[in-house]
C-alpha cells in the first residue's frame, strides 16, 4: 500500500483473524522500532515477542479493550494471534524515555500494517501480572504492548462532532472513530 494510503487509512484493530503472524514478521517490526529517533540516542527501548499461542491465551487475559464501548473485547476467535512489548531499560535511562517509546510503537504498527498486520496498542494492561508472565528482568520497565494480528473488521475515520471523542459502532455494524478536523488542529500558519 501507497504509504500516505496507509497512515491515512490505519485503525485499531481489535479483532483477528486466527492466522499465526511469525516471529520473523513480529522481529522485523522491531527492526523497525529499533531504527526509529531516539533522544540523544540513547535508545532504551528493549523489547518482547510474542506469538506462541499459549503465551498468547495468558496475556490476552491481562489486557482491557475499547474502554469506551460496552463489550467489544474480542471473543474466542477473534483475538490477537501475536503481540510485541515494548520495554524501557532501566539501566540504559531512568526516565524520559516515553517519547522513543511513540515513536516506536508507531514504527512497529506501520511496518506491520505494510504486510496486511492490523494492531492495538494497549495501555490499558496488567503492569503487575505482564512483567511476571513475560519473565522481565528488574531493570525492564513494561511499557506498553501492542496486539497484531490479521484485520477480522474494517474500522473507519469519522469526523467528530460536538467534541465527541469516543468511538462508536456505525448503522452498518462496523466501528467509527471520530478525528478532530484538520481545520480545528492547525492553530495557524505563519
Ligand atoms: C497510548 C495508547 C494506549 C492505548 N491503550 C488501549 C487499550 O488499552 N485498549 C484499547 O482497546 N485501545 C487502546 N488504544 C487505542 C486507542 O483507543 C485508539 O488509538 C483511539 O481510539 C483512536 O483510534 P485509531 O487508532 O483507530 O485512530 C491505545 C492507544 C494509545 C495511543
Not at 540513547?42 to 503465551?55: A, F, G, I, R, T
Not at 477480522?152 to 455494524?173: A, L, W
Amino acid at each position: 500500500m501507497e504509504f500516505q494510503t496507509l497512515i491515512r487509512t490505519r485503525r485499531t484493530i481489535r479483532k483477528f483473524e486466527q492466522n499465526p503472524v511469525s516471529k520473523e514478521q513480529l522481529h522485523r517490526y522491531i527492526d523497525a522500532a529499533r531504527l526509529a529517533p531516539s533522544a540523544a540516542n540513547l535508545q532504551p527501548l528493549k523489547y518482547v515477542s510474542v506469538s506462541s499461542p499459549e503465551v498468547c491465551e495468558k496475556l490476552f487475559f491481562l489486557t482491557r479493550w475499547a474502554g469506551y464501548l460496552e463489550d467489544y473485547t474480542p471473543k474466542d476467535g477473534e483475538r490477537p494471534t501475536a503481540y510485541i512489548a515494548v520495554c524501557a531499560d532501566l539501566n540504559i535511562r531512568k526516565n524520559g524515555y516515553e517519547f522513543d517509546a511513540g515513536a516506536a510503537a508507531t514504527h512497529i504498527i506501520l511496518s506491520a500494517l505494510s504486510d496486511g498486520i492490523g494492531a492495538c496498542w494497549m495501555g490499558a494492561i496488567d503492569y503487575e501480572k505482564i512483567p511476571k508472565l513475560l519473565g522481565l528482568d528488574e531493570n525492564l520497565k513494561l511499557l506498553y504492548v501492542i496486539a497484531l494480528g490479521y484485520p477480522k473488521e474494517s474500522p473507519s475515520e469519522v469526523e467528530m462532532e460536538d467534541e465527541n471523542v469516543k468511538y462508536f459502532i456505525g448503522e452498518d455494524g462496523t466501528l467509527r472513530v471520530p478525528k478532530r478536523s484538520l481545520d480545528e488542529v492547525i492553530i495557524k500558519s505563519l
